[in-house]
């Protein structure tokens, strides 16, 4: 599977946005790349998930590059509740639907 | 609300004492996982079912072992607990087996082995 990279951890303040980088430097044409949250004692959830173009839902914004080496997520007003490790994951999606999971980001949101 | 349950959310074995951790869906998702994940470490796939057939990861030690009754249940049986095995279980689920679906996760059980 295609490795990611993600800053062990990254600091906001609360309200403004915040820019969470992924490197995959080795993707290929047909792997999805997910986002994924994982609150504190909980279960990871689903945050957003794109192949080629930008995405967007209710809870965030997705920017891939171009050349689809890296990825972006976007939450566009941190919240205290959005302190969390999010993981970013490729997957092919020719393949199964199992998860790697690589070491994540840590976001930290100051009031 | 459809969900993943998992229960019981904490429990304790003894070193060596065999323990069954137990995942329940609402969702009617054809598959559902099984991830360890250690303290400070990102979750680590142990194997998934789709629909009865089960698949095991490479690396998944023999002492950890699962059973699908139905499509609604899935459990988790640890033969012999040892103290590496002290951990969070997250049973997930997704309606299908292909890349692209969205994984839905339990709240995790915490197992501590003493």
């Known amino acids: 599977d295609a490795k990611t990279t993600q800053p062990n951890s990254m600091e906001s303040n609360e309200e403004e946005p915040v820019h969470l980088p992924c490197n995959h430097s080795t993707i290929s044409g047909t792997d999805y790349i997910h986002w994924y949250r994982q609150l504190p004692s909980q279960g990871p959830e689903y945050v957003i998930h794109g192949l080629t173009s930008n995405v967007n839902n209710r809870m965030a914004s997705l920017a891939i590059a171009e050349d689809r080496k890296s990825s972006t997520l976007i939450l566009h007003r941190a919240t205290l509740r959005d302190a969390a490790v999010y993981y970013c994951i490729l997957r092919d999606m020719g393949g199964f639907n199992k998860f790697y999971f690589g070491s994540g980001t840590k976001l930290n949101v100051k009031p | 609300d459809a969900m993943v349950i998992q229960n019981p959310r904490y429990q304790v074995t003894q070193f060596g004492k065999p323990v069954t951790l137990s995942c329940s869906q609402t969702l009617n998702h054809n598959v559902m996982y099984w991830y360890q994940q250690k303290s400070s470490q990102a979750p680590k796939l142990l194997f998934h079912?789709?629909?009865?057939?089960?698949?095991n990861e490479a690396d998944t030690p023999d002492n950890f072992q699962s059973r699908r009754p139905n499509t609604s249940f899935c459990f988790l049986d640890i033969r012999s607990p040892g103290l590496g095995d002290a951990a969070m279980y997250l049973c997930?689920?997704?309606?299908?087996?292909?890349?692209?679906?969205?994984?839905?996760f339990g709240p995790g059980t915490r197992l501590t082995v003493l």
């Open positions: 079912y789709y629909d009865k057939d089960f698949n």
């Open positions: 997930a689920t997704s309606r299908i087996l292909l890349a692209g679906a969205e994984q839905f």
